[in-house]
């Protein structure tokens, strides 16, 4: 999928509504590998519970927050405990910031084990990320799957494969008319770590 924009640079998905763009190389092989290794052996995951419909249910992958700050961040009903970005991440973020021209002090890191983990349709839009929050998407590891869908315009939908070392931006008003999705998959994966920078206000 997109095979033809291999040796692209930044691809521009989404222009109606809102801005995504995609850099399917931003980091090479071998430093994706060994940036997926240093955060499996290095870094604690806690896979917490969220409110659903009014009953409490476990995230079906597993999170690690950081912040520069201390800065608070949750997502239905939970309240996330930040941790100092160890010097290696923030090494990561502060490229991220000089490729996409954003800044960020807080990222959210989601473990996804196999292909029965998963993140379901939702958008990022909780009033910590203020107006318009860009979210800057790091993968690494086994490639998985990412869904966009419009939320009035049901034929305005995306699909694209996420592999490891691609970088995803998703700013302006793109949380007000998208959602967006990693979907389960009965396929047999590895491991999957997302690396999610973002603003708190």
């Known amino acids: 999928m997109f095979s033809e924009f291999e040796n692209s640079d930044q691809i521009q998905l989404i222009a109606t509504d809102g ?35 009014g009953k409490r249910i476990k995230v079906p992958r597993l999170e690690a927050y950081y912040a ?8 239905s009903g939970q309240e996330l405990s930040a941790k100092p970005f160890p010097n290696y991440l923030n090494e990561v973020r502060i490229r991220v910031e000089q490729q996409t021209g954003q800044t960020y002090n807080a990222l959210l890191i989601n473990y996804y084990r196999d292909g029965k983990d998963s993140n379901g349709w939702h958008a990022d839009n909780e009033k910590e990320l203020g107006q318009n929050p860009v979210i800057a998407s790091v993968s690494l590891g086994a490639s998985r799957m990412f869904h966009l869908k419009h939320r009035y315009d049901k034929s305005h939908k995306c699909k694209l494969l996420l592999e490891s070392g691609s970088l995803l ?6 949380q007000h008319f998208w959602l967006h999705q990693v979907p389960k998959t009965k396929k047999q994966l590895g491991s999957r770590i ?8």
């Open 19 to 53: 801005l995504v763009d995609f850099y399917p190389q931003f980091l090479s092989k071998i430093e994706s590998q060994a940036l997926f290794d240093r955060i499996h052996l290095a870094e604690n995951f806690d896979q917490n519970e969220i409110v659903l419909f």
């Open 169 to 174: 931006l998703m700013k302006g008003t793109t």
């Open 68 to 75: 520069l700050n201390g800065e608070v961040y949750g997502y």
């Open 194 to 201: 997302n690396l999610t920078f973002r603003y708190i206000k």
